[in-house]
Each structure stands twice: as C-alpha cells, then as structure tokens.
C-alpha cells in the first residue's frame, strides 16, 4: 500500500474518533496508521503484508500499553467533583447588601460567587470580606476589618 494511503487512513481514523464518543480505541488505530504510513515512506516496512501486521501489532501494543495512562489522566475525580482554586484568605466585594443568615452575591477574582456569613448584622454592599472558607460553590465570608472567630 502506499505511503499516503496510510497516512490518509490514519488522519481519518483520527477525525472519526474526534467525532464521536467514546473510549479512546480508535486513537490508537490511527495513531497507528500514520506510524505505518511514515515506516513505508521511510521504506522499511517492506511488503504489504508486513505493513498490515506491522499496523496489526502497533495498534494492539499501543492499546494495551497506553489507553489505561490516557483514561485515567481525562477521568474526573472521585466524587465528580473538581477541586476549586485555595480562595481561604482572598478578599471578594459583595455584590448586594448580605443579610444575616442570608446567601448572597460577590465577586471574587473576576467571577460571581454565592456568599454567605454567620455574622449578626447586614453587610452593606461593596464591602470587602474575607474568605474562610469554601463549601460547594458557597463562599463563606467576614468582613475585613472583622479578625473575629468565624466558622466552625
């Protein structure tokens, strides 16, 4: 088979995986194929024959070897959560007037976030509060000049 062929093979076999969903098999394949297409143009492939065992055997090692490496570095996390960036200590600006016991909106490195405080009064909007900590998507806040005990 000519080189191009393979080539041309491969690179089909590539779009048709970016196509679809799936678990990375036919990846490998094209990979593969290319690989194939390179060894004939480099003319150490030999005979036909030879290129299809050659593309056979390349595909099989490469899926055995290196799908398990790929699945597990796109896999999500445990729990299907992804870990949210250390925002314990960052100031965020409140969006809205933050009412006791109430959630409310702020800005926290350009992004608005739901917040929530445990202290006894309103916290006017525009202040600046620190982060102590983060539950979910809530950000638990206190207000700046505030050093107090926080939550538990």
Request: charged share 15%; hydrophobic share 45%.
């Amino acid at each position: 088979m000519p080189w191009w062929l393979w080539i041309l093979i491969g690179f089909a076999l590539l779009a048709y995986k970016s196509l679809t969903h799936g678990g990375f098999f036919v990846y490998y394949f094209g990979v593969s194929a290319i690989v194939v297409g390179g060894l004939t143009a480099a003319e150490v492939s030999g005979s036909v024959q030879s290129q299809w065992l050659l593309f056979s055997a390349l595909s099989v090692i490469s899926l055995l070897l290196l799908r398990p490496k790929l699945v597990d570095r796109f896999r999500a996390p445990a729990g299907g959560n992804t870990p949210l960036p250390d925002f314990i200590g960052d100031a965020a600006v409140l969006l809205d007037d933050l009412e006791p016991g109430a959630v409310g909106k702020a800005e926290l490195r350009g992004t608005s976030w739901n917040v929530r405080s445990r202290e006894s009064t309103a916290l006017p909007r525009g202040s600046r509060c620190t982060v102590e900590r983060v539950e979910g998507l809530t950000l638990w806040v206190r207000p700046q000049n505030s050093t107090g005990g926080g939550p538990a």
